[in-house]
């Protein structure tokens, strides 16, 4: 397992598949098949693909906690990076094809429509997480400074899943789906935390020598 | 993930499309030369519509092609995504069919298919369909006034608004339990709006029948309003003297209000009603006040459209 999880061809076959999404709308484009209305069809497949990588990302951790492996960690990045390459599609789209990069029409939109508000507010805090997501940034931050900095990743999620929920007419199940999964991970964490915070109290002397 | 077991093909998986849609096609034929509405349609199917006359109810835009049409629905019974109804519609039955004409009127009468066809002549209007999510298209539809089914039953003096109401039928709409709102689909328009000559009752598109997925086999259309107001595959059209209840705003009252007349003006809270996008364009064009039908603008003299959205 430790050997597969190291090997650079393991790296190289989850890269490859994280773009899978991204050569299928492709492929539906040169073959017609992206609905009457394919602005719409190609931002509603980013913006999902964007909140699963995002929730895929958050699983890393209780995943390498849950099967102890902790080499997982190697591809969490990655997959953080296809969760942002996604929500720039997405973007890219709405302010080309639906606002023709009119200024005012996109402040008046951030403005007054919450769920683009929301939307940008997820947007805008996932680009510092990318800035800082090369090796040399972790140093240059220090880790604990970077890891509070990427604590961020959680309201990024949570932004995507409200930006959703507010953007439905009725149908509400699958933007609650990607809640209750974020509620799961997040639920994770705080045990985790609990955890030790508990193991760390009795013996505060130890963690600080 | 995504990968399907053998155990979940269907039939429609393995038979390709054009080949099933030649074999209703097949069996529409036969149905026509029996008498066309006298059997039972085969899910799915259209008929060629005869002595259909154009009409001055015309627009100098491109027409919006049928599959774009007919692929691009919302049509909530038969699933929530623009694509479902026409791959899950083809579980409605459009034939036999009746609609139920009453309330306040001195004429109640139960109509079948036959005699719909029989209330006034056919004519081709095409339309601009504007939905409220901010996207639209150009329908050549087939049908006849509104005003002359209403003629027929005579609404009475006390007569005031016009309720519609959708099958709903859970054999032929599985899926309506998951629509995420209220089912039977209701709609309602005041008296002089539904007399007014743009309200038509459509009974088909394209030269030929609807098919299911666009309301099969009779919906009203007022292209002035919001899609979500030109309800489709009518079963009861009542005559009342109060505002009829209609689902959309019972879903969410402060987005959808009783009149939705399409105005650039008055947004939807979520979002702006000033743009839309023409299925098959990319970029977005403005949305016409009335959708571009200025003769209805004297129904709502004195009224404020902000309130009354």
């Given amino acids: 397992m430790k050997k597969i999880l190291f090997s650079p061809w393991t790296k190289r076959a989850l890269f490859t598949l994280c773009l899978i999404p991204a050569f299928l709308l492709i492929w539906r484009g040169f073959s017609g098949d992206l609905s009457a209305n394919p602005v719409e069809f190609i931002e509603h497949r980013t913006g999902d693909w964007a909140l699963r990588f995002l929730l895929i990302t958050l699983s890393v951790t209780p995943l390498r906690k849950i099967f102890e492996q902790p080499l997982l960690t190697r591809f969490r990045r990655m997959l953080g990076l296809f969760a942002f390459f996604y929500v720039c599609v997405h973007l890219l789209m709405y302010l080309t094809f639906d606002q023709m990069f009119s200024i005012s029409g996109i402040l008046a939109d951030v403005l007054k429509r919450p769920y683009i ?14 800035i800082t997501s090369t090796a040399a940034m972790v140093r240059r931050l220090g880790p604990k400074r970077w890891q509070l900095l990427h604590r961020l990743v959680y309201f990024c999620a949570l932004a995507g899943v409200i930006h959703y929920y507010w953007l439905v007419k009725s149908d509400v199940r699958e933007p609650l789906m990607y809640g209750g999964m974020l509620t799961l991970l997040m639920l994770f964490r705080v045990r985790m935390w609990l955890a030790k915070g508990a193991k760390s109290k009795p013996q505060p002397t130890v963690v600080g020598a | 993930m995504l990968i399907r077991k053998p155990a ?89 069919w009746q609609v139920q004409v009453g309330g306040l009127v001195n004429k109640p009468k139960t109509y079948d298919l036959d005699s719909i066809m029989k209330i006034a002549p056919l004519e081709e209007r095409i339309y601009r369909h504007r939905c409220v999510e901010a996207w639209s298209i150009v329908v050549p539809w087939i049908g006849f006034p509104l005003a002359a089914l209403l003629k027929q039953v005579e609404p009475n003096a006390k007569a005031k608004y016009v309720a519609f109401q959708t099958l709903y039928d859970p054999k032929q709409m599985p899926l309506g339990n998951r629509a995420g709102i209220e089912l039977p ?39 002035w309003k919001y899609g979500f107001k030109s309800i489709k595959s009518i079963v009861k059209i009542t005559l009342t003297d109060k505002q009829p209840p209609t689902t959309w705003n019972i879903a969410n009252a402060r987005e959808y209000g009783f009149y939705s007349n399409v105005n650039p003006t008055v947004d939807h809270p979520r979002w702006t009603q000033s743009q839309e996008r023409r299925l098959g364009e990319l970029f977005k064009r403005k949305t016409l006040m009335f959708n571009g039908y200025p003769e209805v603008a004297s129904l709502y003299t004195g009224m404020d459209l902000r309130k009354n959205y």
């Fill in chain 1, 117 to 130: 508000t929301v939307g940008s507010a997820g947007f805008l805090m996932l680009i510092p997480l990318a």
């Fill in chain 2, 8 to 96: 979940d093909l269907r039939h429609s998986d393995v038979t390709p499309k054009q080949f099933y849609l030649n074999r209703r096609r097949f069996l529409a034929a036969g149905s026509a030369i029996a008498g066309a509405w006298a059997l039972p349609t085969p899910a799915g199917a259209t008929m060629k519509l005869d002595n259909v006359t154009k009409s001055a109810y015309t627009v100098n835009e491109k027409i919006t092609p049928l599959a774009d049409i007919t692929s691009y629905n919302n049509y909530y019974e038969f699933g929530t995504d623009k694509g479902d109804p026409s791959h899950y519609a083809n579980t409605l039955r459009p034939s036999p």
């Fill in chain 2, 185 to 223: 689909y209701v709609e309602g328009l005041r008296l002089d709006e539904a007399m007014h000559p743009l309200a038509l009752l459509a009974v088909g598109l394209y030269g030929e029948t609807l098919p299911n997925q666009n309301g099969a086999p009779f919906r009203l259309v007022v292209p």
